[in-house]
């Protein structure tokens, strides 16, 4: 009985050690494959324009072509906004240039009557962004220069690419903003 124990733990070490060398290849080529896998989904983010690669975070000032773009100036500051891709944004840039006198609003933004409604798409984007160029109803044109929360609907016109620095020209009282192609 006991050979016949020895025997069998014998076997089964045996049996055990060839399922471990039997495994060392396979997980090797599974772990190359993995490894193969990882590097190519690397090299597609890293390609331009992919979501997430450093080519698709760049500023919208990068590339942009000219009939999305406008400027905006206030005093001797001159900001680039790139235009949203929408009607409301296209039929203002129909109108420009525009020379506007935008009184404050709330310490966070500036706001003016257009002389006609645009087309409205309004959405409630909860979070506004220091440099969003919005539409209220269908006539109100809003410069925010303060991120805040707020819970009311625009249409998307544009956005400063570098609002840095916009709290500064735009901050307090009325001011006079001139909306350019060039």
């Known amino acids: 009985m006991t050979t016949t124990l020895c025997v069998l733990r014998a076997t089964r070490r045996h049996s055990a050690i ?3 060398r039997a495994r060392g290849p ?3 080529r599974g772990l190359g494959l ?3 896998v990882l590097v190519l989904a690397a090299c597609e983010a890293a390609q331009p324009g992919a979501s997430g690669s450093p080519a698709a975070v760049a500023p919208a000032a990068a590339v942009q072509p000219e009939e999305s773009r406008m400027w905006m100036t206030v005093g001797a500051r ?3 906004i790139t235009l949203a891709d929408t009607e409301a944004a296209r039929e203002f840039a129909a109108m420009l240039p525009l020379s506007i006198d935008m009184p404050d609003l709330n310490n966070n933004e500036k706001h ?3 002389r006609k409604p645009l087309p409205t798409n309004a959405i409630r984007p909860g979070t506004i962004r220091n440099g969003d160029l919005m539409l209220y109803g269908s006539r109100t044109l809003v410069v925010f220069y ?3 929360e707020s819970t009311y609907s625009y249409t ?7 609002p840095a620095g916009l ?7 009325s001011v006079r903003i001139e909306f350019s192609k060039n």
């Open 146 to 148: 303060k991120t805040f």
């Open 18 to 20: 060839e399922t471990r």
């Open 26 to 28: 396979r997980t090797w």
């Open 34 to 36: 993995l490894c193969g």
């Open 78 to 80: 001159r900001f680039a």
């Open 167 to 173: 709290a500064q020209p735009l901050g307090g009282g």
């Open 112 to 114: 003016a009557e257009l």
């Open 156 to 162: 998307r016109l544009g956005r400063v690419d570098d």
